[in-house]
């Protein structure tokens, strides 16, 4: 019987993604417990839009969808494509819900930086993130792992 599955940004997982070439590892038992029951369903969307590692750093242009670099450099396409393929991923998979990294240009929800790299953030979702709950894929952010586990527990455990 398959069971549905759980998107996580892979850098939560420790994967070395990030745009400065680390990663965000969590070590926590509920996400242990999902590894290893093989639910778990880690990318990067950055990376899947063909960005590389190390790279600048990227934001969201505020009340727009396009994505700018440190540099000046206008990353929106590949934003997109990583967006569009998270997603396809995720539909193959079965994909109930998402755990995404806070803040970030892709998968933040909610909090994002507001495009001046100036650390000033505002009240918006990352590019992957809106295009994920656009689909219906209930997401939250690492910060909201009690959140993530009550939902799994009372419907995303079910078998598809």
């Given at each position: 019987m398959s069971r549905r599955k759980i998107v996580i940004s892979a850098c939560l997982l420790g994967e070395n993604v990030k745009y400065d070439g680390g990663n965000n590892a969590l070590h926590v038992k509920i996400l242990e417990q999902w590894k290893d029951e093989g639910v778990l369903v880690p990318l990067c969307p950055e990376v899947l839009g063909g960005l590389?590692?190390?790279r600048p750093a990227c934001e969201v242009l505020q009340g727009t969808n396009r994505v700018v670099n440190r540099i000046g450099e206008d990353v929106s396409e590949a934003f997109s494509k990583g967006a569009k393929e998270s997603?396809?991923?995720?539909?193959?998979?079965?994909?109930c819900m998402a755990i995404l990294k806070a803040r970030s240009p892709s998968c933040?929800?909610?909090i994002i930086y507001d495009g001046t790299f100036t650390s000033t953030r505002?009240?918006?979702?990352?590019?992957?993130?809106?295009?994920?709950?656009?689909s219906g894929i209930v997401v939250f952010s690492e910060e909201e792992l009690s959140l993530a586990e009550a939902f799994w527990h009372s419907k995303g455990n079910a078998p598809l």
């Open positions: 590389s590692v190390p997603l396809r991923i995720a539909k193959l998979e079965g994909v933040g929800k909610d505002v009240n918006d979702s990352g590019i992957t993130c809106k295009l994920l709950q656009e």
